[in-house]
């Protein structure tokens, strides 16, 4: 089993801005497509974003779109979520996920890996 780290979320006012890491440990993230979950209390698990292998495609649900972005650094073996113009309905634990193979989808079955999930809590 993949290990997938995420970095820590922590508390962010409206309209603030955080960014979300996610290190493969012990493997290479390079040839996975990795995607961004987040589960709201209460909610089922939502799938918002994810980019593939060589990062030439990444795919946003609507509720994201144009606020967050998603990239990755493959000589650290890392992916980041960038999220900006936050709102109170984005408070959620996060999660990254890796998948083999997998375009332009954020279905939770398609995707073997999990990281243990951060929370990201934001209000003013």
């Known amino acids: 089993q993949l290990q997938l780290v995420e970095s820590v979320g922590g508390l962010v006012q409206p309209v603030g801005s955080l960014r979300l890491s996610c290190a493969g440990s012990?493997?290479?993230?390079?040839?996975?497509?990795i995607a961004w979950f987040r589960q709201a209390p209460g909610k089922e698990r939502e799938g918002i974003v994810c980019?593939?292998?060589?990062?030439?495609?990444?795919y946003y649900v609507d509720s994201v779109k144009g606020r967050f972005t998603v990239s990755r650094d493959n000589a650290k073996n890392t992916v980041y979520l960038q999220m900006n113009s936050l709102k109170p309905s984005d408070t959620a634990v996060y999660y990254c996920?890796?998948?083999?193979?997998?375009?332009?989808?954020?279905?939770?079955?398609?995707?073997?890996?999990w990281g243990q999930g951060t929370q990201v809590t934001v209000s003013s």
């Open positions: 980019i593939n292998s060589g990062a030439s495609s990444t």
């Open positions: 012990g493997f290479s993230l390079n040839y996975y497509t």
């Open positions: 996920a890796a998948g083999c193979g997998v375009r332009s989808t954020v279905v939770p079955e398609r995707y073997n890996d």
